[in-house]
């Protein structure tokens, strides 16, 4: 029996070619057990799909009671008298099968769409509508070359009813962006094709380290083989396209860091196509450090801080589903001295606007009680959820103090302004996890993660535990201190010129 390419396996494929390959070919015992955050974002999306069922006002026919080929079986038969809305419909044709959460008649054509518990768009703000999301044109793409297979439908607008309440018409003829004029379609086809080609094993994929392996359950055992070996996306940044563009000429990170770096230059390139050699030589001493050629992380220039009596270190805590933040935490220490620290927490014992505002305030009003202060947060991420907060609530603070505030030479991202560009180490990420580590310091839990204190908030929620509060607080506190520990690690690093 041939194996029907469904939606989520074009989900996987999209997120990771090999995620696919892993879950068609791969012993199952071998995932990584569930974790409490994934469990989440299951039952948030099935919560939410209650919820806007049960709020809808249209009449529609429910399928979602029965087993898959009585479903199909009753889902054609609906089609076939054309009713207008149905509800956990399932469609397939000889090679694809489909499970939409709405099946929608309009003017003739039956239109396909599914129920998200996040935003239906991405890259919304102040500046930009955003766009539709690749992952879901390509589900949304599966349902309608079903329907069109099938004969129900002549168009190609499916849609989405997102978290806002919002019903988004995906265009798939329409082009992905100003420079990518290739349309949604043709992209939903070419995943299509590559699905098919794994399925038929005509694709053999590799591992890859990227960002999306954070929440895979192969993410452990991939990381094993990608260690074993010494696969070139270990090195940071690098990524899989990069990968497979040198891995023509080289295959390990160590074999990479053994090679003179002109030996990759030709001319005025490298012999990469697409690689400039100022991002090659970063990679090439990535590569030297993590083959142990060059022992120790080091800056590449002298880095100065700004001298400040008082210290903060500052980080939030947001479930981005519910569009919420319901932590600012800060560490504050005075003249550099340790025994001064102390940590400080503005923190919503409830999940309402009225709260998330009020920690705001009191958050904003912390700072400025103590600024012109030397202020570190790691990546951009503190500032984007800052500046989202100050549209929600702008009589707390203008948009110009938000934008002067993270303006100001007193207020560093350590990750964007100094990590990334004066600094090397021998991990495989930079993130704030791996180099804290590398400096020797520890998180208390034995699960730390910004996806797990998001669990962790909902249970709270739910149960109102004193311990998930506090367990919330102490994994906040420790991201506080480890980016103490990074600054001090920063300013211990020797100075070395790459060549």
């Known amino acids: 029996?041939?194996?029907?390419?469904?939606?989520?396996?074009?989900?996987?494929?999209i997120q990771c070619p090999h995620r696919l390959y892993l879950d068609l070919f791969e012993d199952p015992d071998k995932r990584d057990p569930e974790t409490a955050f994934m469990k989440?974002?299951?039952e948030r999306g099935v919560d939410?799909?209650?919820?806007?069922?049960?709020?809808?006002?249209?009449?529609?026919?429910?399928?979602?009671?029965?087993?898959?080929?009585e479903k199909e079986s009753r889902t054609r038969k609906a089609l076939d008298k054309g009713i207008n809305l149905i509800y956990s419909g399932r469609i397939s044709t000889d090679n694809l099968v489909g499970e939409p959460d709405l099946l929608l008649k309009k003017d003739g054509d039956y239109l396909a769409g599914d129920i998200k518990s996040g935003s239906g768009l991405e890259g919304e703000n102040e500046t930009s509508e955003g766009k539709p999301k690749l992952h879901y044109a390509a589900q949304l793409g599966l349902y309608t070359d079903i329907l069109q297979h099938l004969n129900y439908s002549q168009v190609k607008k499916p849609f989405i009813h997102d978290v806002h309440g919002r019903d988004i018409i995906y265009d798939l003829e329409q082009p992905i962006g100003k420079r990518n004029r290739e349309s949604w379609w043709n992209t939903y086809q070419q995943t299509l094709s590559g699905v098919q080609e794994i399925i038929?094993?005509?694709?053999?994929?590799?591992?890859?380290?990227?960002?999306?392996c954070k929440l895979c359950h192969w993410r452990i055992f991939c990381l094993r083989q990608l260690i074993l070996i010494k696969d070139l996306t270990l090195i940071p940044e690098l990524g899989r396209k990069k990968r497979d563009i040198l891995q023509k000429q080289i295959r390990k990170f160590t074999e990479f860091a053994k090679k003179p770096f002109l030996e990759f230059i030709n001319g005025e390139k490298t012999i990469f196509p697409g690689i400039g050699i100022d991002t090659l030589r970063k990679y090439h001493a990535r590569a030297r450090l993590l083959a142990k050629i060059d022992k120790f992380a080091y800056a590449k220039n002298k880095i100065d801080f700004p001298q400040t009596d008082i210290?903060?270190?500052?980080?939030?805590?947001?479930?981005?589903?519910?569009?919420?933040?319901?932590l600012h935490g800060?560490?504050?220490?005075?003249?550099?001295?340790p025994s001064t620290e102390k940590y400080v927490a503005f923190f919503t014992d409830n999940n309402s606007k009225k709260a998330e505002e009020r920690a705001f305030i009191d958050a904003w009003q912390y700072i400025k009680q103590y600024f012109p202060c030397a202020v570190y947060y790691y990546s951009s991420y503190e500032k984007t959820v800052w500046k989202k907060?100050?549209?929600?609530?702008?009589?707390i603070i203008s948009k110009t103090e938000i934008e002067s505030f993270f303006d100001s030479p007193f207020v560093i991202d350590l990750y964007g302004k100094v990590v990334k560009k004066y600094t090397e180490w021998p991990t495989f990420s930079y993130s704030i996890k791996d180099l804290a580590k590398y400096l020797g310091f520890r998180w208390r839990d034995e699960s730390p993660s910004g996806a797990e204190s998001i669990e962790w908030y909902h249970r709270w929620l739910e149960k109102g535990k004193i311990e998930l509060k506090e367990r919330i607080l102490q994994y906040n506190e420790d991201d506080c201190i480890a980016m103490r520990v990074l600054l001090e690690g920063i300013k211990r690093l020797p100075v070395k010129k790459i060549n």
């Open 48 to 69: 939410f799909e209650k919820q806007v069922i049960a709020e809808m006002k249209q009449s529609f026919l429910d399928l979602s009671g029965f087993s898959s080929i």
């Open 200 to 212: 038929e094993q005509k694709l053999i994929t590799t591992p890859a380290h990227c960002s999306a």
């Open 1 to 13: 029996m041939n194996q029907k390419i469904s939606a989520d396996m074009l989900y996987n494929y």
């Open 330 to 337: 800060f560490v504050e220490r005075h003249n550099q001295d």
């Open 389 to 395: 907060l100050q549209q929600k609530y702008p009589e």
């Open 40 to 42: 989440l974002l299951w």
């Open 311 to 326: 210290e903060l270190f500052f980080d939030v805590e947001t479930d981005p589903m519910r569009d919420f933040c319901y």
